[in-house]
Protein backbone atom coordinates (compact mmCIF):
# COMPACT_ATOMS: atom_id res chain seq x y z
CA UNK A 1 0.00 0.00 0.00
CA UNK A 2 2.96 2.55 1.30
CA UNK A 3 4.40 1.16 -2.42
CA UNK A 4 1.33 2.04 -4.21
CA UNK A 5 1.04 6.08 -2.81
CA UNK A 6 4.51 6.57 -3.26
CA UNK A 7 3.80 5.72 -7.41
CA UNK A 8 1.01 7.69 -6.90
CA UNK A 9 2.79 10.97 -5.13
CA UNK A 10 6.12 10.27 -7.98
CA UNK A 11 6.76 13.33 -9.98
CA UNK A 12 7.76 11.79 -13.23
CA UNK A 13 4.27 10.03 -13.36
CA UNK A 14 2.73 13.49 -14.04
CA UNK A 15 4.91 14.27 -16.24
CA UNK A 16 4.47 11.45 -18.42
CA UNK A 17 0.90 12.63 -18.31
CA UNK A 18 2.06 15.99 -19.58
CA UNK A 19 4.40 14.02 -22.49
CA UNK A 20 1.40 12.27 -23.45
CA UNK A 21 -1.08 15.17 -24.03
CA UNK A 22 2.00 17.03 -25.81
CA UNK A 23 3.19 19.42 -23.03
CA UNK A 24 7.30 19.38 -23.23
CA UNK A 25 10.19 21.60 -21.76
CA UNK A 26 11.58 23.75 -24.28
CA UNK A 27 15.64 23.01 -24.11
CA UNK A 28 17.91 25.67 -22.44
CA UNK A 29 18.87 26.82 -25.36
CA UNK A 30 18.68 26.80 -28.73
CA UNK A 31 15.51 27.14 -31.07
CA UNK A 32 12.43 25.70 -30.32
CA UNK A 33 11.17 22.91 -32.35
CA UNK A 34 8.47 22.91 -34.91
CA UNK A 35 4.85 23.46 -33.32
CA UNK A 36 6.64 25.74 -30.46
CA UNK A 37 3.88 26.85 -28.09
CA UNK A 38 3.33 29.64 -25.37
CA UNK A 39 5.99 30.44 -23.58
CA UNK A 40 5.53 31.49 -19.47
CA UNK A 41 7.22 31.54 -16.62
CA UNK A 42 7.44 29.18 -13.76
CA UNK A 43 8.03 29.18 -10.85
CA UNK A 44 10.00 26.35 -8.78
CA UNK A 45 8.23 25.23 -5.38
CA UNK A 46 10.35 24.24 -2.31
CA UNK A 47 11.11 20.76 -1.25
CA UNK A 48 9.86 20.08 2.51
CA UNK A 49 12.71 20.92 4.63
CA UNK A 50 14.69 22.59 1.74
CA UNK A 51 14.04 26.40 2.27
CA UNK A 52 16.99 28.56 1.29
CA UNK A 53 18.54 30.87 3.91
CA UNK A 54 16.42 34.07 4.67
CA UNK A 55 18.25 36.91 3.61
CA UNK A 56 15.93 39.39 5.60
CA UNK A 57 13.60 40.19 2.56
CA UNK A 58 9.95 38.69 1.96
CA UNK A 59 9.82 37.24 5.64
CA UNK A 60 7.79 37.26 7.99
CA UNK A 61 7.82 36.67 11.99
CA UNK A 62 5.67 34.56 13.91
CA UNK A 63 3.39 37.98 14.91
CA UNK A 64 2.22 37.87 11.02
CA UNK A 65 1.50 34.68 11.33
CA UNK A 66 4.46 33.54 9.30
CA UNK A 67 7.94 31.67 10.18
CA UNK A 68 10.54 33.54 8.93
CA UNK A 69 11.16 31.41 5.59
CA UNK A 70 11.48 33.36 2.28
CA UNK A 71 9.30 32.63 -0.70
CA UNK A 72 10.40 29.95 -2.90
CA UNK A 73 12.76 30.71 -5.49
CA UNK A 74 11.48 32.34 -9.23
CA UNK A 75 12.82 30.93 -12.67
CA UNK A 76 11.94 31.42 -16.45
CA UNK A 77 10.72 28.03 -17.69
CA UNK A 78 9.93 27.73 -21.30
CA UNK A 79 7.70 24.91 -22.72
CA UNK A 80 6.75 23.64 -26.27
CA UNK A 81 2.89 22.42 -26.68
CA UNK A 82 2.68 19.89 -29.50
CA UNK A 83 -1.16 19.37 -29.18
CA UNK A 84 -3.14 22.39 -28.77
CA UNK A 85 -6.26 20.74 -28.59
CA UNK A 86 -5.46 19.46 -24.98
CA UNK A 87 -3.61 22.94 -24.21
CA UNK A 88 -6.92 24.84 -24.62
CA UNK A 89 -8.92 21.81 -23.08
CA UNK A 90 -7.01 21.59 -20.00
CA UNK A 91 -6.16 25.29 -19.82
CA UNK A 92 -10.10 26.11 -19.78
CA UNK A 93 -10.67 22.92 -17.48
CA UNK A 94 -8.31 24.85 -15.08
CA UNK A 95 -9.97 27.61 -15.28
CA UNK A 96 -13.49 25.88 -14.11
CA UNK A 97 -12.01 25.23 -10.70
CA UNK A 98 -10.15 29.07 -10.04
CA UNK A 99 -12.27 32.02 -8.95
CA UNK A 100 -13.21 33.48 -12.37
CA UNK A 101 -16.45 30.60 -12.33
CA UNK A 102 -16.90 30.99 -8.44
CA UNK A 103 -17.51 34.59 -9.67
CA UNK A 104 -19.71 33.83 -12.48
CA UNK A 105 -21.15 30.50 -11.81
CA UNK A 106 -22.43 31.05 -8.14
CA UNK A 107 -23.82 34.28 -9.14
CA UNK A 108 -25.52 33.81 -11.83
CA UNK A 109 -27.13 30.58 -10.22
CA UNK A 110 -28.76 32.82 -7.80
CA UNK A 111 -30.08 35.80 -10.12
CA UNK A 112 -30.79 33.43 -12.75
CA UNK A 113 -31.77 30.18 -11.67
CA UNK A 114 -32.52 29.46 -8.13
CA UNK A 115 -31.27 30.71 -4.81
CA UNK A 116 -32.08 27.70 -2.89
CA UNK A 117 -29.36 25.88 -5.12
CA UNK A 118 -27.08 28.69 -4.91
CA UNK A 119 -27.30 28.88 -1.13
CA UNK A 120 -26.74 25.15 -0.55
CA UNK A 121 -23.94 25.53 -3.13
CA UNK A 122 -21.62 28.16 -1.72
CA UNK A 123 -22.07 26.24 1.78
CA UNK A 124 -20.90 23.20 1.07
CA UNK A 125 -17.96 24.79 -1.21
CA UNK A 126 -17.06 27.29 1.84
CA UNK A 127 -17.07 24.07 4.19
CA UNK A 128 -15.10 21.72 1.19
CA UNK A 129 -12.35 25.11 0.63
CA UNK A 130 -11.42 25.50 3.99
CA UNK A 131 -11.12 21.48 4.94
CA UNK A 132 -8.67 21.37 1.62
CA UNK A 133 -7.05 25.02 2.33
CA UNK A 134 -5.93 24.19 5.83
CA UNK A 135 -4.98 20.45 5.29
CA UNK A 136 -2.81 21.96 2.53
CA UNK A 137 -1.07 23.95 5.54
CA UNK A 138 -0.92 21.09 7.96
CA UNK A 139 0.73 18.35 5.76
CA UNK A 140 2.87 20.83 3.67
CA UNK A 141 3.63 18.19 1.17
CA UNK A 142 5.26 19.49 -1.84
CA UNK A 143 3.82 20.17 -5.44
CA UNK A 144 5.46 18.31 -8.03
CA UNK A 145 9.07 18.48 -8.92
CA UNK A 146 10.26 20.90 -11.85
CA UNK A 147 12.06 19.36 -13.58
CA UNK A 148 10.79 16.76 -14.62
CA UNK A 149 7.17 18.37 -14.44
CA UNK A 150 6.28 21.77 -16.20
CA UNK A 151 4.52 23.86 -13.98
CA UNK A 152 2.14 26.33 -16.36
CA UNK A 153 0.65 28.19 -13.39
CA UNK A 154 2.84 30.71 -11.21
CA UNK A 155 0.43 32.07 -8.60
CA UNK A 156 -0.14 29.53 -6.31
CA UNK A 157 3.25 27.19 -6.87
CA UNK A 158 3.97 28.56 -3.30
CA UNK A 159 1.15 26.64 -1.82
CA UNK A 160 1.18 22.76 -0.94
CA UNK A 161 -0.01 20.66 -3.28
CA UNK A 162 -2.22 17.69 -0.72
CA UNK A 163 -4.81 17.47 -1.14
CA UNK A 164 -6.02 19.20 -4.67
CA UNK A 165 -8.48 22.45 -3.53
CA UNK A 166 -9.38 22.31 -7.39
CA UNK A 167 -10.39 18.59 -7.70
CA UNK A 168 -12.04 19.25 -4.18
CA UNK A 169 -14.23 22.27 -5.26
CA UNK A 170 -15.09 20.77 -8.57
CA UNK A 171 -16.30 17.52 -6.79
CA UNK A 172 -18.29 19.39 -4.32
CA UNK A 173 -20.00 22.05 -6.75
CA UNK A 174 -20.79 19.20 -9.36
CA UNK A 175 -21.87 16.51 -7.03
CA UNK A 176 -23.86 19.03 -4.57
CA UNK A 177 -25.77 20.09 -7.73
CA UNK A 178 -26.79 16.76 -8.84
CA UNK A 179 -28.48 16.07 -5.61
CA UNK A 180 -29.89 19.16 -4.74
CA UNK A 181 -31.36 19.07 -8.18
CA UNK A 182 -32.65 15.76 -8.71
CA UNK A 183 -35.54 15.50 -6.52
CA UNK A 184 -36.45 19.58 -7.12
CA UNK A 185 -36.55 19.10 -11.09
CA UNK A 186 -37.62 16.52 -13.38
CA UNK A 187 -34.24 15.75 -16.07
CA UNK A 188 -32.59 12.73 -16.58
CA UNK A 189 -30.70 11.83 -13.45
CA UNK A 190 -28.23 9.65 -15.95
CA UNK A 191 -27.30 13.06 -17.98
CA UNK A 192 -26.62 14.70 -14.52
CA UNK A 193 -24.72 12.26 -13.22
CA UNK A 194 -22.78 11.93 -16.43
CA UNK A 195 -22.48 16.34 -16.60
CA UNK A 196 -21.22 15.68 -13.18
CA UNK A 197 -18.36 13.32 -13.59
CA UNK A 198 -17.03 14.59 -16.65
CA UNK A 199 -17.00 18.29 -15.32
CA UNK A 200 -14.53 17.15 -12.14
CA UNK A 201 -12.71 14.82 -14.26
CA UNK A 202 -11.83 17.75 -16.78
CA UNK A 203 -11.06 19.93 -13.54
CA UNK A 204 -8.97 16.93 -12.00
CA UNK A 205 -6.85 16.49 -15.14
CA UNK A 206 -5.70 19.97 -15.93
CA UNK A 207 -4.14 19.84 -11.79
CA UNK A 208 -1.93 16.96 -13.70
CA UNK A 209 -1.63 19.05 -17.01
CA UNK A 210 -1.04 22.42 -15.64
CA UNK A 211 1.98 20.39 -13.53
CA UNK A 212 0.57 21.65 -10.30
CA UNK A 213 -0.39 18.89 -8.79
CA UNK A 214 0.52 14.44 -8.17
CA UNK A 215 -1.79 11.91 -8.90
CA UNK A 216 -2.11 11.29 -5.16
CA UNK A 217 -3.32 15.21 -4.24
CA UNK A 218 -6.21 14.73 -7.10
CA UNK A 219 -7.22 11.68 -5.59
CA UNK A 220 -7.21 13.35 -1.83
CA UNK A 221 -9.04 15.81 -2.93
CA UNK A 222 -11.30 14.12 -4.29
CA UNK A 223 -11.98 11.38 -1.57
CA UNK A 224 -12.06 14.36 0.86
CA UNK A 225 -14.95 15.88 -0.93
CA UNK A 226 -17.00 12.77 -0.97
CA UNK A 227 -16.53 11.69 2.29
CA UNK A 228 -17.60 15.13 3.23
CA UNK A 229 -20.46 15.25 0.92
CA UNK A 230 -21.30 11.77 2.35
CA UNK A 231 -21.13 13.22 6.21
CA UNK A 232 -22.95 16.15 5.57
CA UNK A 233 -25.57 15.38 3.12
CA UNK A 234 -27.58 14.40 5.80
CA UNK A 235 -27.57 17.67 7.32
CA UNK A 236 -27.94 19.63 4.68
CA UNK A 237 -32.25 20.64 5.21
CA UNK A 238 -31.25 21.44 8.50
CA UNK A 239 -28.44 23.98 7.41
CA UNK A 240 -30.76 25.36 4.69
CA UNK A 241 -32.69 26.55 7.34
CA UNK A 242 -30.38 27.87 9.91
CA UNK A 243 -30.58 31.18 8.68
CA UNK A 244 -34.23 31.67 10.44
CA UNK A 245 -33.16 29.98 13.22
CA UNK A 246 -32.42 32.89 15.64
CA UNK A 247 -31.60 36.92 15.47
CA UNK A 248 -28.37 36.45 17.02
CA UNK A 249 -27.58 33.83 13.82
CA UNK A 250 -25.75 36.56 11.75
CA UNK A 251 -23.36 37.60 14.93
CA UNK A 252 -22.62 33.24 14.98
CA UNK A 253 -21.79 33.92 10.82
CA UNK A 254 -19.34 36.76 11.53
CA UNK A 255 -17.29 35.68 14.66
CA UNK A 256 -16.98 32.23 13.73
CA UNK A 257 -15.59 31.97 10.45
CA UNK A 258 -13.28 35.73 10.88
CA UNK A 259 -12.00 33.22 14.26
CA UNK A 260 -10.96 30.61 11.79
CA UNK A 261 -9.39 33.10 9.40
CA UNK A 262 -7.47 34.84 11.87
CA UNK A 263 -6.15 31.74 13.09
CA UNK A 264 -5.14 29.57 10.30
CA UNK A 265 -2.00 27.47 10.36
CA UNK A 266 0.97 29.18 10.49
CA UNK A 267 3.35 28.89 7.15
CA UNK A 268 6.23 28.37 6.61
CA UNK A 269 6.77 31.60 4.28
CA UNK A 270 3.68 33.70 2.77
CA UNK A 271 1.60 32.29 0.29
CA UNK A 272 -1.85 33.10 -0.82
CA UNK A 273 -3.42 30.63 0.94
CA UNK A 274 -4.86 32.64 3.96
CA UNK A 275 -5.99 35.51 1.43
CA UNK A 276 -7.62 33.00 -0.80
CA UNK A 277 -9.14 31.04 2.39
CA UNK A 278 -10.60 33.91 3.78
CA UNK A 279 -12.12 35.66 0.87
CA UNK A 280 -14.06 32.21 0.22
CA UNK A 281 -14.88 32.27 3.90
CA UNK A 282 -16.12 35.82 3.77
CA UNK A 283 -18.19 35.21 1.15
CA UNK A 284 -19.91 32.82 2.51
CA UNK A 285 -20.37 34.06 5.55
CA UNK A 286 -21.70 37.53 3.26
CA UNK A 287 -24.37 35.12 1.53
CA UNK A 288 -25.38 33.79 4.65
CA UNK A 289 -26.55 36.51 6.30
CA UNK A 290 -28.00 37.69 3.17
CA UNK A 291 -30.14 35.01 3.15
CA UNK A 292 -31.02 36.05 6.91
CA UNK A 293 -31.45 39.63 6.00
CA UNK A 294 -34.18 38.79 3.47
CA UNK A 295 -36.33 36.36 5.77
CA UNK A 296 -36.31 38.50 8.58
CA UNK A 297 -36.78 41.57 7.12
CA UNK A 298 -38.79 39.97 4.33
CA UNK A 299 -36.81 42.07 1.80
CA UNK A 300 -37.75 39.32 -0.92
CA UNK A 301 -41.07 39.72 -1.95
CA UNK A 302 -41.71 36.07 -2.28
CA UNK A 303 -39.36 34.04 -0.08
CA UNK A 304 -37.82 30.96 -1.07
CA UNK A 305 -39.19 27.82 0.59
CA UNK A 306 -36.34 26.06 1.27
CA UNK A 307 -38.33 22.48 0.83
CA UNK A 308 -37.72 20.85 -2.79
CA UNK A 309 -40.13 21.48 -4.96
CA UNK A 310 -40.54 18.53 -8.31
CA UNK A 311 -40.62 21.95 -11.23
CA UNK A 312 -40.57 21.62 -14.84
CA UNK A 313 -37.13 22.86 -16.61
CA UNK A 314 -38.58 25.82 -18.39
CA UNK A 315 -37.66 25.81 -22.27
CA UNK A 316 -34.89 27.98 -23.18
CA UNK A 317 -35.92 31.13 -25.47
CA UNK A 318 -33.71 34.22 -26.41
CA UNK A 319 -35.74 36.52 -23.76
CA UNK A 320 -34.84 34.53 -21.87
CA UNK A 321 -30.69 34.61 -22.33
CA UNK A 322 -31.36 38.28 -22.69
CA UNK A 323 -32.71 38.68 -19.41
CA UNK A 324 -30.17 36.53 -17.40
CA UNK A 325 -27.57 38.40 -19.28
CA UNK A 326 -29.11 41.70 -18.41
CA UNK A 327 -29.37 40.83 -14.20
CA UNK A 328 -26.17 39.32 -14.66
CA UNK A 329 -24.29 42.15 -16.46
CA UNK A 330 -25.96 44.61 -13.46
CA UNK A 331 -25.37 42.56 -10.58
CA UNK A 332 -21.68 41.71 -11.50
CA UNK A 333 -21.11 45.75 -11.97
CA UNK A 334 -22.58 46.36 -8.65
CA UNK A 335 -20.58 43.64 -6.58
CA UNK A 336 -17.12 44.97 -8.63
CA UNK A 337 -18.17 48.32 -7.37
CA UNK A 338 -18.85 47.34 -3.76
CA UNK A 339 -15.41 45.32 -3.47
CA UNK A 340 -13.23 48.61 -4.85
CA UNK A 341 -14.65 51.00 -2.61
CA UNK A 342 -15.19 48.60 1.16
CA UNK A 343 -11.68 46.91 0.37
CA UNK A 344 -9.96 50.55 0.10
CA UNK A 345 -11.51 51.85 2.92
CA UNK A 346 -10.92 49.17 4.91
CA UNK A 347 -7.08 49.41 4.41
CA UNK A 348 -6.85 52.62 4.71
CA UNK A 349 -8.87 52.25 8.32
CA UNK A 350 -6.03 49.94 8.80
CA UNK A 351 -2.98 51.52 7.67
CA UNK A 352 -4.22 54.30 9.77
CA UNK A 353 -4.50 52.09 12.80
CA UNK A 354 -1.32 49.95 12.62
CA UNK A 355 0.04 53.19 11.40
CA UNK A 356 1.48 51.77 8.26
CA UNK A 357 2.55 53.48 4.46
CA UNK A 358 -0.06 53.75 2.74
CA UNK A 359 0.19 51.55 -0.82
CA UNK A 360 3.14 49.19 1.10
CA UNK A 361 2.32 46.13 -0.46
CA UNK A 362 4.00 44.11 1.99
CA UNK A 363 2.16 45.54 4.90
CA UNK A 364 -1.18 43.79 2.99
CA UNK A 365 0.25 40.39 3.98
CA UNK A 366 0.40 41.07 7.37
CA UNK A 367 -2.03 38.70 9.36
CA UNK A 368 -4.26 42.22 10.99
CA UNK A 369 -4.10 44.13 7.87
CA UNK A 370 -4.77 40.88 5.45
CA UNK A 371 -7.37 38.95 6.99
CA UNK A 372 -9.71 42.18 8.47
CA UNK A 373 -9.25 43.77 4.66
CA UNK A 374 -10.77 40.63 2.98
CA UNK A 375 -12.82 39.46 5.23
CA UNK A 376 -14.74 42.82 5.47
CA UNK A 377 -14.92 43.22 1.68
CA UNK A 378 -16.10 40.05 0.74
CA UNK A 379 -18.81 39.87 3.35
CA UNK A 380 -19.60 42.93 2.00
CA UNK A 381 -19.52 41.37 -1.35
CA UNK A 382 -21.79 38.37 -0.16
CA UNK A 383 -24.23 40.24 1.45
CA UNK A 384 -24.65 42.68 -1.68
CA UNK A 385 -25.23 39.82 -4.09
CA UNK A 386 -27.73 38.63 -2.32
CA UNK A 387 -29.38 41.36 -0.87
CA UNK A 388 -29.07 44.47 -2.40
CA UNK A 389 -28.61 43.31 -5.99
CA UNK A 390 -32.23 41.53 -6.14
CA UNK A 391 -33.74 44.59 -4.57
CA UNK A 392 -32.06 46.36 -7.62
CA UNK A 393 -33.06 43.85 -10.10
CA UNK A 394 -36.86 44.56 -8.77
CA UNK A 395 -36.50 48.43 -8.74
CA UNK A 396 -35.27 47.87 -12.55
CA UNK A 397 -38.03 45.52 -13.68
CA UNK A 398 -36.03 42.23 -14.09
CA UNK A 399 -37.74 40.05 -11.62
Same mark, same amino acid.
Given at each position: ???????????? +??????????????????????????????????????????????????????????????????? #??????????????????????????? @??????????????? #???????????????????? @??????????????????????????????????????????????????????????????????????????????????????? #????????????????????????? #???????????????????????????????????????????????????????????? @? @???????????????????????????????????????????????????? +?????????????????????????????????
Amino acid at each position: MAELLWSLQDSQ +LVARFQRRCGLFPAPDEGPHENGAGPAEGAVRAPEVGHHPEANGKGGWGPANGLRRAPAPQKYVQKY #IVKNYFYYYLFRFSAALGQEVFYITFL @PFTQWNIDPYLSRRL #IIIWVLVMYIGQVAKDILKW @PRPSNPPVVNLEKRVITEYGMPSTHAMAATAISFTLLISTMDRYQYPFVLGLVMAVVFSTLVCLSRLYTGMHTVLDVLGGVLLTAAL #IVLTQPAWTLIDQLDSASPLFPVCA #IVVPFILCYNYPVSDYYSPTRADTTTIVAAGAGVTIGFWLNHFFQLMSKPMDSLPVVQNI @P @PFTMDMLLLGLTKFTVGIVLLLLVRQLVQNLSLQVLYSWFKVVTRNKEARRR +LEIEVPSKFVTYTSVGICATTVVPMLHRVLGLL
